[in-house]
């Protein structure tokens, strides 16, 4: 008879979470996602599989993390077909409500990201990063993982959440699964399916201007080249310091550039490690 595959349990409060945790023999890694689970995410929890023995996935839209006339609302939550993803990939999918969360409504106490969290992304999002922070601490207290996963394509939220670690000292080690490039270069993200044929062409630039800086061009002579790039409006292109995020010299390694641009209607990021 052929093996079957153990299906996945669903649990929606802490303290059944806290239970299976408990009963969970050898490592164990958490996948921390808001849901609307696409292959990205699938690509983080086969990660998750080859290191650890266990795969926990959480799956919770956070309100702290979107500000006033963010889509918080409107953000799409289909348990279901999340469930119908990742069935018999994980061991546990952690769905909590609203309430289950946050039992007493928006918490006193926050994570403070500071000057991490106010630069680059945060500038157009006040407050954001600081939710992300609060409810990353609650999520690894709550799984207690070996490793937890996340995409590089958010290069500043891993950032911050590695120095939310370090700095709090959870006994916890950040992982973060490398952007998916196309062939032309280009990152895999969803909103690229926003793009028309010629913006997707002219997309290419952001990445270019990150290829550029690794080159050892200046950033000065990146952005320029960027700027001047047909259907491309920049929003920055710097090259930060990866543990502080603080501005370095473009030829300073290791760093990390990274790129924020609208190409049409569509405002993509993008980024790369740039080694020495
Ligand atoms: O990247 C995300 O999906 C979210 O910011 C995270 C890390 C799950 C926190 O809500």
Redesign the pocket.
Known sequence: MPESTPRTTLVTTKSALREHRAAMDGTVAAV???GSLHAGHLALVERARELADHVIL?D?V?PL?FGPGEDYEAYPRDLEADLALVDGLVDLVFAPGVEEMYPGGTPRVWVRTGEMGSVLEGTSRPGHFDG?AT??TKLLSLVRPDHAY?GQK?AQ?VAILRRVVSDLDLPVDIVSAPIVRAADGVAESSRNARLSAAEREQAVALSQALFALQDGASREKAEAQLASSPGVTVDYLTVVDPATLEPVDAQHRPALALVAAHVGPVRLIDNLVLEA
């Open positions: 921390l996602t808001m959480t919770f956070n993390q992300v409810v990353v996340f958010d939220q």
